[in-house]
């Protein structure tokens, strides 16, 4: 049996938090609003998102018939741009779009099969397709690297369905073709089935998590490594999966007993932020239980140290207490449903569905707090895409 039939499968896990720290990390809603009426509420699932300077643009993982919407910011003010199926753009109506960047004027899209160079005039009006590249290596991770665009793909292919598992490219705006692969070792990438984001970039550089030991590795446009974090806090485990036969999955029911294993036995890196030369975030799960742990790593005298450290609830739970001020879940950080992407200081951003505002409650109760309010928007058709910005504190306790 191939993976081709769940290619880039995403199971959603459950996570917990340890460790204390006298500097304590703590989330902050910013802003929360509603920003345009969905009508198709059938095909909300997934939105990508991408930021350049004061620009942000999404679009939603599978287009809406003979139209895609692409959905923009810029410094305030909102627009829609919509893209007409024709015999030259047919494709990118057609396959699902798994990862996007905006660079300048170009907008880049990442199908299952196809790596599509858009072009966007300069007020912003009108968008149309201008190149396309077979995505032969099965990229599903862009960001922008320097001049040009990272690309990337993590996933346990069975040998039938892709020659590489874990390969890097450079997409050359200028030339537009890839002029730069590698391909990289594939440790811990029986876990891609599950939520990851073990790539970020920052300028020229890019930085590459492992998952099951707490290593950092910084390396340069041409994929020379530079610099590294380091720290003993994860005990690698693997023997784990060797013991359960689960080194190399085969079947369906082997990535649920994965699923199982990984719950209860693993602490893990799931997702890493570059945010500067200087500043690095690191979302883990920790084992057995439904928290997740945000670290923050700052570079100093040329030597990364941990600033902080957070703790955090995998949703809203029972009975909490909740403010903007200190929303005590980082649901957004770790859900792979819609993009959250870095833009400035500490803050974040996800373009989300559908809208609502943000919980305030002495006593959460999912139902009333959560479900209702939801069902009722669905109800009056007031199905709103919201924007929501998250900024990180550390708290000094000493």
Wanted: charged share 25%; proline share 2%.
């Amino acid at each position: 049996m191939t993976l081709g039939s769940f290619k880039f499968l995403l199971v959603t896990l459950i996570l917990s938090p340890v460790y204390s720290f006298s500097q304590e990390i703590q989330l902050n809603i910013v802003n929360n609003e509603a920003f345009s009426n969905v009508e198709k509420t059938e095909e909300m699932f997934g939105i990508r998102l991408s930021v350049y300077n004061d620009t942000r643009i999404a679009t939603k993982s599978i287009s809406d018939g003979n139209t895609r919407i692409f959905y923009l910011s810029n410094l305030m003010t909102y627009k829609t741009i919509y893209l007409i199926k024709n015999r030259t753009n047919k494709l990118l109506f057609e396959e699902r779009i798994a990862s996007i960047t905006l660079i300048k004027n170009n907008l880049i899209m990442l199908g299952n099969n196809t790596i599509f160079i858009l072009e966007i005039n300069e007020d912003f009006s009108k968008i149309k397709l201008v190149h396309k590249i077979e995505n032969r290596d099965n990229y599903n991770f862009s960001k922008i690297l320097g001049d040009n665009v990272f690309l990337s793909i993590f996933y346990d292919f069975h040998p039938l369905d892709a020659e590489n598992k874990h390969a890097w490219g450079v997409l050359d705006l200028n030339k537009m073709e890839i002029t730069r692969k590698k391909v990289m070792p594939d440790d811990d990438i029986v876990f891609s089935y599950f939520v990851n984001q073990l790539y970020s970039t920052h300028n020229n550089k890019i930085a590459f998590s492992h998952s099951t030991e707490y290593k950092i590795d910084f390396y340069d446009e041409f994929f020379n490594k530079i610099d590294s974090i380091v720290s003993n806090e994860i005990n690698p485990t693997s023997n784990y999966l060797e013991e359960e036969r689960l080194t190399q999955i085969t079947s369906k029911q082997q990535i649920y007993k994965l699923k199982q294993i990984d719950d209860s036995l693993y602490t893990r890196i799931r997702k890493i932020y570059f945010c500067s030369d200087s500043v690095l975030y690191v979302l883990l799960k920790i084992k057995n239980s439904n928290n997740l742990r945000l670290d923050k790593w700052v570079k100093s005298a040329n030597k990364w140290k941990k600033r902080g450290t957070g703790s955090f609830t995998l949703w809203f739970e029972e009975g909490h207490e909740y403010s903007k001020n200190n929303i005590s879940t980082a649901s957004d950080f770790y859900q792979n449903v819609f993009d959250l992407i870095y833009v400035t200081g500490d803050t974040f951003e996800v373009w989300y569905y559908p809208y609502i505002p943000t919980i305030e409650t002495n006593n959460f109760n999912a139902q009333k707090d959560y479900y209702t309010p939801q069902n009722e928007s669905i109800l009056k058709k007031e199905n709103y895409i919201g924007i929501k910005q998250i900024s990180i504190s550390i708290l000094d306790n000493n």
